[in-house]
């Protein structure tokens, strides 16, 4: 009798110990809760087979290397720029799509059936889809059909997946600025080197990510161009971050860039002919012809050396030369405010651009004698290093790190790949939740941009 009663005491504590166990489980919050981002399944020719033909179909190789398409190597962030270094690659822009599709195949909280998951993300490689409508003389009048094939296929295959938030619960990657792929569909003559992606309304809804936004259209947010520097462990961010922090700055300002004369005043004419009266206080880094595109020693090690990088805008307002600045602890100089403030709000503060960058608006340099050397030399020490200061503890945000990466580093900050899908979850929660309570002005709502 006292052993089963015993036994019985026993079961009962295990009982209350699973149900306390069970209960605690149910209570506690889910970690994907919001997150859970279904990865569409698309045939090879919107992808992976893109790559195949780089060689004879698009101009990714570095001219000078062997093999072709040596930009592929490590997961498209290219090959290591030299045999020592485990985070500096020579990285093409262009390929920012397939390496940030590896990245987002690395994330927890993947789901396999769609109707469990919070966002759709479509890997499709926008960019190197669109080469051959801008380099093709044949295909130039047919560039109002990119996309089109994806939107028939993503409107056949599983059609439950794409209606049932009617898109918006879609998002990609876009490794250009939006004004390459905005053209009007029913533009006749067709305009060289762009496309109607964008102005497709089979997107409509989606959510794109882009190197470079425009200031209107809702569906669209900037994300940072890639660098060179795609550090694998947290050391070796550290140890980066403590070089640039410590690096004698002894030129006063440098420009990276193209450095043919333009036709008509403008902002780089003016950096231009000012650095050539100011030799000793003005570096300037040659990169016409794109000579800087996969060398990044070129200039890393004079913006190492500048306590100012001059930021003007060229075809389009934003530069990779920004990013790269902030990795270099080299202060950025914008002289309008579309060339970075107005466009990476989840990765750089919009409300705070004065604590880590000056900026000199250029109609007062280029029609109002202002001089840009005498602005910079009359910032005091202090200022400017509490600026670089700042910069460097913000520079692990537009970083791309390596794929594959140690724990310590994903959990130390997060990067430009984390920052972009948590912005893109963002969007899609507000705009998803805007559509089921049936208030269509708040699908259109921005407000998530700095958060």
């Known amino acids: 009798m006292a052993r089963a009663l015993r036994n019985l005491l026993l079961l009962l504590l295990l009982l209350s110990i699973i149900i306390i166990a069970v209960s605690a489980a149910s209570h506690s919050p889910d970690p994907c809760a919001g997150r859970r981002i279904h990865v569409r399944r698309l045939p090879a020719h919107f992808n992976t087979q893109l790559l195949r033909y780089c060689a004879t179909a698009f101009p990714l190789a570095d001219p000078d290397s062997t093999p072709d398409c040596a930009s592929l190597a490590n997961h498209a962030l290219g090959p290591r720029t030299h045999n020592r270094t485990r985070s500096w690659y020579r990285t093409d822009g262009r390929l920012l799509e397939p390496f940030f599709h590896r990245r987002i195949l690395e994330r927890d909280c993947l789901v396999h059936r769609p109707a469990l998951a919070d966002a759709v993300f479509v890997p499709y490689y926008a960019a190197l889809d669109a080469l051959p409508y801008m380099l093709d003389p044949a295909l130039l009048n047919y560039s109002a059909l990119h996309g089109l094939p994806l939107a028939q296929f993503l409107e056949r295959d599983r059609p439950q997946v794409l209606a049932r938030h009617h898109g918006h619960d879609h998002f990609f990657v876009l490794a250009g600025p939006a004004w390459d792929y905005s053209q009007p569909l029913d533009t006749d003559p067709r305009m060289w080197g762009t496309t109607s992606l964008l102005r497709r309304p089979d997107f409509d809804n989606f959510t794109i990510l882009t190197l470079e936004s425009r200031a209107w259209p809702w569906q669209e947010h900037a994300i940072p161009h890639p660098t060179s520097f795609h550090p694998a462990s947290l050391p070796r961010l550290q140890a980066w971050l403590s070089r640039a922090r410590r690096s004698r700055r002894t030129t006063l300002m440098l420009y990276a860039g193209g450095i043919s004369k333009p036709s008509r005043p403008n902002i780089r004419g003016s950096i231009l002919a000012e650095c050539a009266n100011r030799t000793g206080a003005c570096t300037i880094v040659d990169c016409s012809g794109g000579a800087c595109a996969l060398n990044p020693i070129m200039y890393m090690r004079p913006m190492l050396k500048a306590k100012f990088c001059l930021e003007p805008p060229g075809d389009t307002p934003s530069r990779r030369s920004t990013f790269d600045a902030i990795v270099a602890g080299c202060v950025p100089v914008f002289f309008e405010h579309a060339a970075a403030r107005l466009q990476y709000g989840w990765h750089l503060p919009p409300g705070k651009y004065d604590e880590f960058s000056v900026t000199i608006p250029k109609e007062s340099v280029v029609q109002g004698g202002v001089k840009i050397a005498e602005v910079l030399a009359a910032v005091p020490d202090a200022e400017v290093a509490s600026m670089r200061a700042r910069m460097l503890e913000m ?43 049936g208030e269509p002005d708040a699908i259109y709502s921005l407000d998530d941009d700095d958060d």
Do not use: F, M
């Open 395 to 437: 520079a692990p945000r537009v970083v791309y790190r390596r794929h594959g990466s140690t724990a310590d580093l994903r959990e130390a900050s997060k990067d430009a790949v984390d920052l972009a899908v948590e912005g893109a979850l963002r969007r899609i929660r507000r705009r998803v939740h805007a559509l089921e309570d």
